[in-house]
Structure formats: C-alpha cells, structure tokens
C-alpha cells in the first residue's frame, strides 16, 4: 500500500460501534444504507459533496469503570492539509478545467443543540480550486456538551468536498483517516489517533488507541472505471501527521467558551 506523508444526496445512516483490542467502543463512521454512495460501507464516490456521521458511542469512565464522566467536547483533525499527488483534481463550476485538490475540501459540521459550540479550526492547506484556495478547515469542533452516551447517543455530522480521481491514474481507493478525541467532565479523555508518536499517552484518565481511527474511503465513479494497464490499482492511505494532530487536537474542554461543565 502507497502512504502519502504530509468524503448527491444526504446519506441515510445507521449506527455501527465494534469493539477495539482494548475491549472499548470505537470512535467510528456511520456507514450509509439507504442511499449507497460506493459498493460497500464507508465508501463515498470522488468528487462527491459527503455527509458523514461520525457516531460517539461511548463516554468516559475510571479503570474500574465505576464512575462515568459524560462527553464535553469533540474534535476530528482532518488530513485537508496533508499534500496529495497529481492523480486529484477538482473543476470549476461549467469548465473542464482541472485544478488542485485537497483530500477534503470545504468541510463543516453540522449545527447541533447538543453542543454550546459547533465550528471548526483553519489552516494552511495546499492550494485548491479554480481560485487557488489555500486556506481552509483544519478540524471540526463540538465544544461544551454533556453526552452521557451510556444513556443515550449522539452523532456529530459534518459535510466535506472530494477530490476527483484523474482518468489515466492507477489510483483505485483512498483510505481518508480522521483522528478523533473526546473530552470528557473531570479531565477524562480517549483519544483515537491510530499513532504512537503524538503527545497523547495512556493515563488513568486518558485512553489512548494507537492503532485505529476513524476512517472512510473515497473510490473511483463507475463511470471512471480503471484502466486495465493497471492491474488491480493502487489503494492508498491519507491521514494528518503526528503534529497536525498535536496541534490542532487542543484541550477544549478548558478552550470552550461559557462552558459550565469543566
């Protein structure tokens, strides 16, 4: 598998939670059902607008799991700003122009009553589009809720731009990972970042999974099928690095403004 260094209509979705090696529930995608983008779960089709759900199953909770701290904040550290090769592209709206793309462009989440505060964090990214956009979404942010997920559910959606996948590239499907950590009350935290490297480290109060994230993939269109010269394609992986992950995973339960569950 190639890694690089430094996701139509609104996709109905049901609930998908798997335990990880560490007995936990993961952060995870809701896969689409009703409306299917790709061929399987998680698969959305490039140059596509995606709307995902990003299903939060469980809260925090002490080693003994004796006491339970509900969700304060969410944060999802996207690889917008990871630089992607030729083989994406995006258009203008009627030309045939190609520009450059980002592995996600554009993303916002969804407005929820749940949260205090919904938005997102930008940065620098490589430039994109027919006006060489080079600024945009780093990581979406829900700040100052109180999801006590061993009594109810929630999901936090957001909406994100693909790349098109040029014709002649041997590019089949991109695996799009999306680090995510919660914020729990009384200074708990999990954090699925699918690396050792960054600066969160298992504690008692935090839960480290090192080697799973949350993810989807972004596949070819049917009607940009894969030349044959290329066999069976190449599947490749985009994620943020080690430090976009230390620097836009903040402390935001102690960054949300008038949050009054710290």
Partial sequence: MKQLNSGNKYLAAILLSALSSSAFAHVNIAPETALTAGEKPREYVEGSRAYIQLNLPEDCATEDRSQRFPIASTVVILPSGTAISEDFYTTGRGSDELFGANIMMRSKPRASANWIQ????TGDVGAF????????TRVLKWLGGRIKTGQV??????VTSLPK?????????????????TYC???????WIGTPNSRFQSSPKQVVEESYEPYFYVVRAKSNPLSAACGDGEEITVRPTDEDINQYAGDWIQESPNNPYN
């Fill in 165 to 181: 996948i040029k014709a002649e590239s041997c590019v089949k499907k991109v695996r799009v990972e999306i680090p995510t950590v």
């Fill in 153 to 158: 559910y929630d999901n936090a959606e957001f």
């Fill in 118 to 121: 919904v938005g997102v964090e």
């Fill in 185 to 191: 009350t009384d200074g708990y935290s999990r954090a």
């Fill in 129 to 136: 589009g027919s006006r060489a956009t080079a600024t945009d």
